[in-house]
């Protein structure tokens, strides 16, 4: 198992929160949190919204597409933006044949 850990920056509008490693039970905590600071940030700052950088993702289970699919209704409920970028490999099957693909990363 890979530790998950984040990076957080300010590009274009947007906060991008960059994650590497494993999402599952074991780290979900670790990306809810920057997850939601993310989003506080880009309320606060009156930025566009909020992007999720999956390309250092190498595992995603049901409880990571929860948590994505949970930061978009919240971003929506606000009036954010909320996209996932740079999904590949198995994360991006799971999330394509879960048929969140096209709502996270349109």
Known sequence: MTQLTTT???????VRLALAGEIDLSSI????????EALAGAATQRLHGVVIDLDRVTFLDS????????????ASAAGLRYRVENPHGAVARVLDVTGVLPTLAP
């Open 8 to 14: 957080v920056r300010v590009a274009s509008g947007y």
């Open 29 to 36: 905590d670790v990306l809810l949190k920057g997850q939601g």
């Open 63 to 74: 409880t990571g597409i929860g948590a994505l699919v949970g930061g978009f209704r919240e």
